[in-house]
């Protein structure tokens, strides 16, 4: 009884001597046992009652709760439940303590990591504390790193993108609430916020996944790509932000670990003192840098952008613009030329036909509009080889009218004549002759930046379009290409006509493969020795029949040569036989399991070639130059510093003064207690020579005599042994 009364009223001690004997203390434990159930009914009534002998009963029972599993398979569910639903009223400590232990449960494997989930992720919008926010956040990345740090955990994987998908469904069907005007002002409900929280976070979370490398697949694109078109516009504007690559900025440095320099732990080993402790850990960093190295490498290959896993481009490009044009008076300018550049970019990359985007932009097509180099980068972009010509030549006509006139600006001009080009560098047949020739003509102005804008316009159509310009206008090479008949490929003709699927030689050579592998291991067949037998006596046949004629023709295609040089010829031969054609779509239905295989087998051989270690560097395309992303600087070309005005100067003046104790010079002020000029005798020493020469000291030290030098120098001499003394 004793013994009872003083472990009662010391549980860490309790803690202890369970950990060490479960059997022998179980009637204590069952007696705190039934004391929480008692003071948990208590506490669902009034949470301010006993709410720290509470938390401690709660830690108390998560410690030990892996030595008695059958009485406490309840706990962690009476936990969930106290957080979810009386969540608003228990104090930040209680909150704490009941997350903190349910975090050390699933650290002893008590629960598992998706009933975890199932009660952190609802916690996330509530929580108030930014503290405990952070522990949710940082518990809920480490827990799904950890799952798949050797293998990807597939089971927690899909139940987590689950939720999140959950997350921003929710919210999906409310009101677009914008960040402009009235729209602005309108307080939102409880639950749209609500929803709206969920879904930020489900982003973020998404988001920090994706940029610690733990999910790479389509599922966190789609998961994000959902977010695009939440009615809440924080929530809208992260999704849009991770598709720009803007994230990448916004990277923690304290999260992500140092590189190891190589060449400095050699450089240290080589200078400082040899020894076998020394080896040992320069050993070890190196196979870390190595490890670290590899994989780099192995993320590079097998990463891709996150725009090419959108799983229905076409769709999602038709929605963002839905969404752009629908609401368009409920967004701002800022949030508007972000949806307009997400979708330029997916209508360039995935070569997307959104034809009523070159009618919507239209409208901002003004030099005087705000962000406007912007919005050039967002027509440009959008521009494809496969864009019909009929709908981008009234926005090159319309361009050329607001851009490009002797009204306007010189920077302008070269804005608007850049812009044009290239659009037309993306679909060259939208420029009409007449305008070409106009524009062209703007290579005799006297500004450099217009000259460089339509130059480069010139040697454009010089390459993809000669016939368009006039004779004196196409060069040498172009006239040349004219006369010998050199056309371009009209709209909608492709270099190469598609004669089967892609990569489906490489299905083929897959499956033969498998059949050669089935028939070497059936070593035993009769087919195979009559085989070998049939051509062992055509051998002798043959042997014995002597000479064997061949016909003229066949002698044609013998050469014969007595060339060293023959065999570096042959890989060159090799390089130019015709491409594969397979059959295998002929001959067999393909089924999805069929269609991942091509997937997982193109994808590998892609990869493979882009890390052979032999592949020279291949020139770049000119379709592939096209499909990049442009910037501002393309649009507004080289410029010239402009001439700063009265504010910049008086800024940079500013900067200038920061750190300085006063203005002016520092002469004679250094280590000294009060600010003062330097003294006569520092600025008689400091003298230029021709100013002193003429001087009267220096005459009579010139006219002094033998006898009055050696006084002054006596003098000296016993001044400065006095000095010392």
């Not at 180099?373 to 864009?387: E, G, K, N, R, Y």
């Not at 926005?395 to 010189?410: D, S, T």
């Amino acid at each position: 009884m004793v013994r009872g009364l003083l472990l009662t009223s010391n549980l860490p001690q309790l803690q202890n001597l369970i950990k060490r004997d479960p059997v022998s203390y179980k009637e204590e434990f069952l007696q705190q046992w039934h004391h929480y159930n008692s003071i948990r009914e208590i506490f669902a009534i009034n949470p301010d009652e006993q709410a720290h002998h509470f938390a401690e009963l709660v830690t108390f029972i998560s410690q030990v709760a892996t030595c008695y599993p059958k009485e406490t398979a309840l706990f962690p569910a009476q936990l969930s439940a106290l957080l979810l639903e009386s969540y608003n009223v228990l104090s930040m400590d209680t909150r704490k303590t009941i997350v903190q232990n349910l975090v050390m449960l699933r650290n002893k494997n008590v629960i598992s990591s998706i009933d975890l989930m199932k009660t952190l992720f609802p916690l996330l919008p509530q929580t108030s504390s930014s503290t405990l926010r952070g522990f949710i956040r940082k518990t809920i990345l480490n827990d799904i790193k950890t799952a798949n740090l050797r293998t990807k955990n597939h089971k927690l994987n899909n139940a987590v993108q689950a939720m999140l998908f959950g997350m921003i469904e929710r919210g999906l069907s409310a009101e677009v609430v914008g960040d402009k005007g009235k729209t602005k002002m309108l307080a939102a409900s409880s639950d749209s916020r609500k929803h709206g929280d969920e879904a930020m976070w489900a982003i973020i979370l998404s988001k920090e996944l994706w940029r610690k490398g733990i999910w790479r697949d389509a599922k966190t694109v789609a998961i994000i790509a959902q977010g695009c078109f939440h009615p809440v516009i924080k929530a809208q504007s992260a999704s849009l932000h991770f598709f720009l690559g803007d994230q990448e900025e916004e990277e923690d440095s304290d999260d992500e670990e140092q590189d190891i320099d190589v060449k400095s732990l050699q450089h240290k080993r080589e200078v400082n003192k040899k020894t076998r402790s020394g080896d040992k850990k320069l050993r070890k960093q190196m196979k870390e840098a190595k490890k670290k190295s590899q994989q780099k490498n192995d993320d590079v290959s097998t990463n891709f952008s996150a725009l090419q896993l959108l799983r229905d481009p076409q769709t999602f490009g038709e929605k963002l613009y839905d969404i752009l044009h629908n609401h368009d008076k409920k967004f701002s300018l800022e949030h508007k030329i972000l949806i307009m550049q997400l979708l330029s970019r997916i209508m360039g990359s995935h070569k997307l036909c959104v034809l009523g985007f070159y009618t919507y932009i239209v409208k901002y097509l003004f030099h005087k509009q705000l962000r406007i180099p912007s919005i050039l980068v967002c027509l440009a972009q959008s521009v494809h080889d496969l864009t019909p010509p009929d709908a981008v030549t009234p926005v090159i006509r319309k361009l050329a009218q607001e851009f490009v006139h002797p009204g306007v600006a010189n920077e302008v001009i070269a804005a608007g004549i850049n812009s044009i080009r290239e659009i037309c560098r993306r679909q060259p047949w939208a420029m009409e002759e007449d305008l070409l020739s106009d524009l062209i003509e703007y290579r005799k102005s006297k500004d450099k930046q217009v000259v460089s804008a339509s130059r480069g316009l010139l040697r454009l159509y010089r390459e993809v379009n000669p016939g368009m310009l006039k004779k004196r206008e196409r060069g040498k090479e172009a006239t040349m290409s004219v006369s010998g008949g050199a056309q371009p490929l009209p709209y909608g003709h492709g270099p190469e006509a598609a004669v089967d699927i892609e990569g489906l030689s490489l299905l083929e050579d897959h499956f033969k493969v498998l059949e050669n592998g089935k028939e070497e291991d059936d070593s035993d067949n009769e087919d195979d020795w009559k085989g070998w037998e049939v051509e062992s006596d055509s051998s002798s046949d043959s042997e014995s029949e002597g000479w064997i004629e061949v016909s003229d023709d066949e002698n044609e295609n013998l050469v014969i040569s007595d060339s060293e040089d023959e065999g570096e010829d042959k890989p060159m031969a090799e390089a130019q036989v015709e491409k594969k054609i397979s059959t295998l779509a002929t001959t067999k239905i393909l089924t999805p399991a069929d269609f991942v295989l091509l997937n997982s087998l193109r994808t590998s051989a892609t990869a493979s070639t882009s890390t052979s270690k032999n592949k020279r560097k291949a020139e770049p395309d000119a379709s592939t130059q096209t499909d990049e992303f442009i910037s501002e600087n393309d649009i507004l070309g080289p410029r010239k510093k402009a001439k700063a005005d009265y504010e910049e100067r008086m800024a940079s003046i500013r900067a200038g003064r920061e750190g300085r104790e006063k203005f002016g010079s520092q002469k004679g002020k250094q280590n000294k207690a009060a600010p003062s000029s330097s003294t006569n005798r520092e600025k008689a020493r400091n003298k230029p020579i021709m100013m002193i020469m003429n001087s009267s000291a220096v005459k009579g030290k010139k006219k002094a005599s033998l006898r009055d030098k050696q006084r002054k120098l006596r003098a000296h001499i016993t001044k400065s042994k006095q000095s010392h003394h």
